[in-house]
């Protein structure tokens, strides 16, 4: 039997485009830039599913991680 992939509507999981719509990037390249770079948002990569997926929560953490780190940077200078 195949393992179940746990999702609820607290958490959904969201395509690539879906993902870059809610980041409110223009293009969706920008997210691959962003991974191949090692700083975009954490992936979830389920077995049978084309591509990557993104938690909601991952994306939430990732835009906190990088406003608290502009505002860091704006109170250190």
Known sequence: MPPRT???DIDPLLS???AAAYLGLRHQQT????KSQGI???QTKIRGSRGSLYRMS???VWQL???LAKVAKAVAS
Request: net charge negative; charged share 30%; hydrophobic share 30%.
């Open 40 to 42: 975009g948002p954490r």
């Open 16 to 18: 690539h485009a879906d």
């Open 65 to 67: 991680d990088r406003y």
């Open 31 to 34: 997210l691959h830039n962003l």
């Open 58 to 60: 991952d994306l939430l």
């Open 6 to 8: 746990f999702t609820d």
